[in-house]
């Protein structure tokens, strides 16, 4: 049996080595190899099924964590909804009396404030939460932002005009972005290998969900004539942190925060509150798993800063993190994606515009449910995305050839059914991979800030798509319609072509082997189908001794 690279487990305290055996064994060198390869092995041979009947509980809180993601899903939604909704446009948009005969709607400007506002919030509250995490863990932040949220709703609830209502919202984002970049995370760190890519994706699902109740909500209002029709969707986001906290008050810490941490006996404790007793992997054996996981991302150098995202091969890592996050943007999300406004400006009728969004938000769910059964059991992340990206372009680019015909009905009745047939693909793809591919690309001891820079990769390129989206839709503007589906097609392709060369095969790899195969630079096309063995002490001194320089 091969030794750790040199200075590994030296590096390692008397009582870190106890920590994964019982108080009366002492373990060696070879012993913390031998347990970490007999988890790593055990990983590789469980099923999907058998991984849900032996971690139900690893299933249970990753889904409870994600399900605060429901909120910013609902909040999005709401706002872009908003925008064609009469009580709304009434209380914070002019009346322009040459549009349509006469309408009350808010300036492409206030559009995309309001629309980039939460965003904004959310950009920093990203950032904040790389370094929260790292101080005070996962659980306990989430706990503080949620008891945050339910306090800067308020100001939503009761904003008299749209400057506070921009604030509220710009506010409501911090807590939203520790919610997007901690979930995945969360699941990622908690979830046998088998089932990282469902869970960690899963976040995507109840961003949908927070879709779909915002339809309903809004569906149910849509005739109130007073204020209460847009002031009581803004107070069911009350009812979250209500739910969610007396629950979350006992869910377990993540085990990789607590070895990172140096609290090795949590950690185990953790472990085995995440799996059943039955189970055939032994908490000790994941335990030193994830001990030599750490330890060998220490000899490769791996800190634990922001700034170490930016440095050697956290570098190409961080790019594919960031870049695939960001497609879901560049691939058109903001023109194609529950596009109620599209659908009114090619003259469909409210009620028809209403159906279509809806529709449109259930193909997404149904989109997310045929990747996880049908897709991603037997295909890999590479082969998925390239296969959406390409797809989605083509759908783009029929849109706006499209355009030259929406005088006629028919036409533009194609068009919002081609809306509906991306929203599909998207959620078949990269709305899936956007989530889960971050969350097991970056290193374990940067994997949360991985994550943030990633999340904020996409808010940076929302609030840009934001900002232009209004131009390009808006009446008193660019009024461009159909033809917004080239310039999306185009960076369609950008991202099509970007993820052919840059873009590796993560399927089935646990993160010691990803670490390897990043140390080693192997190209994104031959991760696939190269063999890696982390526990050989030759092939693993090399590639030290190259981390090292």
Not at 117 to 144: H, I, P, Y
Not at 314 to 325: G, K, M, N, S, Y
């Amino acid at each position: 049996m091969s030794d750790l690279p040199a200075g590994a487990v030296n590096a390692m305290q008397h009582s870190q080595l106890e920590a994964v055996t019982s108080p009366n064994e002492k373990l060696g060198e070879t012993q913390i190899i031998e347990q970490a390869k007999e988890a790593t092995e055990t990983q590789h041979t469980l099923s999907v099924m058998e991984c849900v009947k032996n971690y139900p509980m690893a299933i249970f809180w990753s889904i409870m964590v994600s399900m605060c993601v429901v909120m910013e899903g609902y909040d999005v939604s709401l706002i872009g909804n908003f925008f064609a909704y009469p009580t709304f446009a009434k209380k914070y948009g002019n009346y322009y009396p040459d549009i349509n005969g006469g309408t009350y709607t808010l300036t492409a400007p206030w559009q995309s404030g309001i629309g980039n506002a939460s965003g904004v919030g959310a950009f920093f509250g990203v950032m904040l939460n790389g370094w929260l995490v790292d101080w005070f863990g996962q659980k306990r932040t989430l706990l503080g932002a949620l008891v945050a949220l339910s306090g800067f709703v308020f100001i939503t609830f009761f904003a008299p005009n749209i400057g506070t209502l921009t604030a509220g919202e710009v506010l409501c984002g911090l807590p939203w972005g520790v919610f997007a970049s901690t979930a995945p995370a969360y699941a990622s760190e908690v979830l046998p290998l088998q089932l990282r890519i469902y869970l960690t994706s899963y976040t995507n699902m109840c961003f949908i969900m927070g879709q779909l109740i915002a339809a309903g909500v809004l569906k149910g209002l849509v005739s109130n004539p007073t204020e209460w029709g847009y002031k009581i969707p803004f107070a069911i986001q009350w009812v979250w942190p209500a739910f969610l906290i007396p629950i979350l008050l006992f869910a377990p810490e993540s085990p990789w925060h607590l070895v990172r941490k140096g609290r090795f006996d949590e950690a185990e404790h953790s472990l085995r509150r995440l799996q059943k007793k039955s189970a055939p992997i032994d908490p000790k054996a994941t335990l030193a798993a994830i001990i030599y996981t750490d330890n060998l991302e220490k000899e490769l150098t791996v800190g634990t800063h922001y700034r170490d995202c930016f440095k050697g091969t956290e570098l190409r890592r961080t790019e594919i993190a960031c870049f695939i996050f960001a497609a879901q943007v560049l691939s058109g999300g903001n023109f194609a994606y529950n596009s109620t406004y599209f659908f009114k400006q090619i003259g469909l009728d409210s009620d028809t515009t209403y159906k279509l969004s809806v529709g449109g938000t259930g193909m997404a769910l149904v989109g997310t449910l045929i990747s996880w059964f049908a897709l991603m059991p037997y295909f890999g992340r590479r082969t998925i995305y390239l296969w959406g990206m390409a797809a989605m372009c083509t759908i783009l680019m029929l849109i706006g050839i499209l355009n030259v015909h929406t005088s006629k009905h028919s036409f533009g009745m194609t068009q919002a059914v081609l809306t509906l047939v991306w929203t599909f693909v998207f959620q078949l793809s990269v709305g899936q991979l956007g989530w889960g591919v971050p969350a097991e690309v970056g290193s374990t001891r940067l994997r949360q800030k991985t994550i943030c820079l990633a999340r904020n990769a996409y808010y940076i390129v929302g609030v840009v798509a934001n900002a232009i989206q209004p131009y390009f839709m808006n009446p008193t503007e660019w009024n461009l319609k159909g033809y917004t589906g080239f310039f999306w097609g185009g960076t369609t392709f950008v991202m099509l072509v970007w993820g052919f060369f840059r873009l590796p095969e993560t399927k089935g790899r646990s993160f010691d082997e990803l670490d390897v195969l990043f140390a080693k630079k192997v190209s994104a096309r031959k991760f696939k189908s190269t063999v890696v063995d982390t526990f050989d002490e030759s092939e693993t001194a090399i590639i030290v001794g190259n981390a090292r320089g």
